[in-house]
C-alpha cells in the first residue's frame, strides 16, 4: 500500500493494524448448498464436459446431480456445458470481509487522514453519510462480484454501533437472501466503535443475536482499543452463550498484550464449552513466536477449539499456517476491507488474495502456491464449517473453469474466470452473474 503524502500525518490502515496496540437462513448457511432431490422430482443434474480437475492433461466430464459431483453417468435430459478444455478449480472461501463499509462501484472517494482505530471509525461514518447507494445495494453489489472471481461463501463482519444501528447486519442480511442461489454467507456483528468505549453498542450486539439476524457475535482489541478487557469479553462471550452463536473477535494487539487478550478468549471459550465456534481474526501476536512458544499456543488453541483467520497484510504478520495446521489450528484467508474509508485497495478476489498470501510468504515451489491456494479454498471450507471440494463423487459441484496451465500457473497469472459453478449450476460466466 502506498503511504500518505508527506502533509498527511496520518498512518496508513495497514500501519494503523500493524501499530496498534491495541434473517432467514442464517442457520443453514453452513450447511452444503445441495439438496436432495425431492420424492417424484426429476434429478436436477449438468454435464460438465471437457474439464480438466486441477490442470489434468487429460479433459474428462464432470457430472453434478443434485448439487454433488457424481461417478455415474447423467441422467437423460441434463444440461451439457462444453468447458472447452479449461481447467477446473474448487471455488474459495472469503474467511473475513467487511461488505458494509464498501464504495466499490461507487464514485472515487478521496480518503482523509487518520491515525488510530477511532479516526478511521470515524471516517467509516462519514463515508458512510456520503454515498448515495443504500448500503444493501453496495453490499449485494460486492457480494456479487465475488461470486463472479470464484467465492463460493464468505463470513461477513457488518459493524454494530449506535452511529449505524443494525443497518449494516440488515443490508448484509438483504445481499444474503438475494445471492442465496449463488452463495453461502455467514454474519458477524461487528462493534467497531468498540464494545465498551462506544454506549449502546452492547445492547445492539444483544438485539442482533437475539432476533437471529446474526450467526457470530464480534469484538475488537479488549485491552489495547477497548481498555476493558475482562468486560468487554464477558459481554461478547455471554451473547453468544445466551443465543447459540458463534464468536469472531479481531485482536490487532501485539506481543504480551496480544497474548493476555488472547489466553483470555481461550480460557472464556474452555469455560462455556464453546469449541468449534470461535475465531480470532488477525492474531497479530502470532507471528514472530519463538518455536517452542508458538507450538504451546497453538496447542492450547487446537484443544479450545479455536480458528483463526489471516488476510496476508505482509511477510512479519501473516499466520504461520503450516505450523499451525500441524497442531491441528483451522486457518481461514480472507480479504478483509474493500475500498473502503480505511483503504482505496481490495477487490474481493479470493484467487489474487491467494495469490498475495503465497507472494508474502515468499512462495517458489509448486507446491507451495499449492498450499496457498488451498488455505483459500479448503481452509475457509473448515472454517465455516462447509464441506470441502475436491471434485470427486460426493464431492460439492461448486467450482470454477479457467484457462491454464496448471494451478501454480493459475495462482500466479490470476486468468479471468470464464465461468463459475455453485450446486452444479453456472452461476456467473466472464465475469457476470447469470441470474437465479
Known amino acids: 500500500m502506498h503511504p500518505h503524502s508527506p502533509a498527511a500525518t496520518g498512518l496508513t490502515r495497514r500501519g494503523v493494524l500493524v501499530g ?15 439438496a436432495e432431490a425431492a420424492p417424484g422430482r426429476p434429478a436436477r443434474a449438468t454435464v460438465f464436459r471437457n474439464v480438466r480437475p486441477y490442470g489434468a492433461k487429460r479433459p474428462t466430464d464432470l457430472v453434478a446431480v443434485d448439487g454433488l459431483l457424481t461417478s455415474g453417468p447423467a441422467p437423460h435430459g441434463a444440461e451439457v456445458v462444453d468447458g472447452g478444455g479449461r481447467i477446473a478449480l474448487p471455488t474459495l472461501v472469503d474467511a473475513h470481509i467487511h461488505p458494509d463499509k464498501t464504495a466499490w462501484g461507487e464514485p472515487w472517494v478521496s480518503r482523509n487522514p487518520a491515525g488510530s482505530i477511532a479516526e478511521y471509525a470515524d471516517e467509516d461514518v462519514k463515508l458512510y453519510h456520503a454515498l448515495r447507494t443504500p448500503l444493501k445495494e453496495r453490499a449485494e ?23 449505524f444501528d443494525l443497518a449494516g447486519v440488515e443490508g448484509v442480511g438483504s445481499a444474503r437472501r438475494n445471492l442465496r442461489h449463488a452463495l453461502d454467507v455467514e454474519i458477524v456483528a461487528f462493534p467497531q466503535h468498540g464494545v465498551i468505549r462506544t454506549p449502546g453498542t452492547r445492547e445492539l450486539l444483544e438485539e442482533a443475536a437475539r432476533t437471529g439476524a446474526v ?3 464480534g469484538g475488537i482489541d479488549p485491552i489495547g482499543f477497548d481498555e476493558a478487557l475482562d468486560e468487554q469479553l464477558d459481554v461478547v462471550f455471554g451473547i453468544a452463550d445466551r443465543h447459540g452463536v458463534g ?9 504480551a498484550t496480544g497474548l493476555e487478550s488472547l489466553r483470555a478468549i481461550i480460557a472464556r471459550t474452555r469455560a462455556l464449552s464453546l469449541q468449534g465456534k470461535v475465531t480470532v481474526s488477525h492474531v497479530f501476536c502470532v507471528p514472530g513466536l519463538p518455536g517452542r512458544e508458538l507450538d504451546q499456543l497453538a496447542a492450547e488453541l487446537a484443544d479450545a477449539g479455536i480458528s483463526l ?3 496476508a497484510p505482509s511477510s512479519d504478520l501473516v499466520l504461520p499456517i503450516d505450523r499451525l495446521r500441524a497442531h491441528g489450528v483451522e486457518v481461514g484467508l480472507g480479504s478483509d476491507g474493500v475500498r473502503d474509508s480505511w483503504s482505496p485497495f481490495g477487490n474481493a478476489d479470493m484467487l489474487h488474495r491467494a495469490h498475495l498470501l503465497a507472494w508474502v510468504g515468499d512462495a517458489r515451489l509448486d507446491e507451495e502456491l499449492e498450499a496457498a491456494f488451498r488455505t483459500g479454498a479448503d481452509g475457509g471450507a473448515r472454517l ?4 470441502e471440494t475436491d471434485l470427486k463423487p460426493g464431492s460439492p459441484a461448486d467450482f470454477l ?4 496451465e496448471c494451478l501454480p500457473q493459475i495462482l500466479v497469472d490470476l486468468p479471468q474466470r470464464d465461468l463459475v459453478v455453485r450446486a452444479g449450476r453456472v452461476v456467473a460466466r466472464d465475469g457476470e ?3 437465479r
Not at 496498534?20 to 445441495?34: S, V, W
Open 215 to 217: 450467526d457470530r457475535i
Open 384 to 387: 465455516l464449517g462447509l464441506p
Open 433 to 435: 452473474l447469470t441470474g
Open 141 to 163: 453489489r460486492l457480494m456479487g462480484h465475488a461470486v463472479t472471481r470464484g467465492t463460493r461463501a464468505m463470513r461477513a463482519h457488518a459493524d454494530v454501533a449506535p452511529a
Open 309 to 311: 483467520t489471516t488476510v
Open 401 to 404: 473453469l479457467v484457462r491454464g
Open 20 to 34: 496498534t496496540a491495541a434473517l432467514a437462513g442464517a442457520a443453514a448457511t453452513a450447511t452444503a448448498p445441495a
Open 247 to 255: 464468536v469472531d473477535i479481531h485482536l490487532h494487539e501485539r506481543a
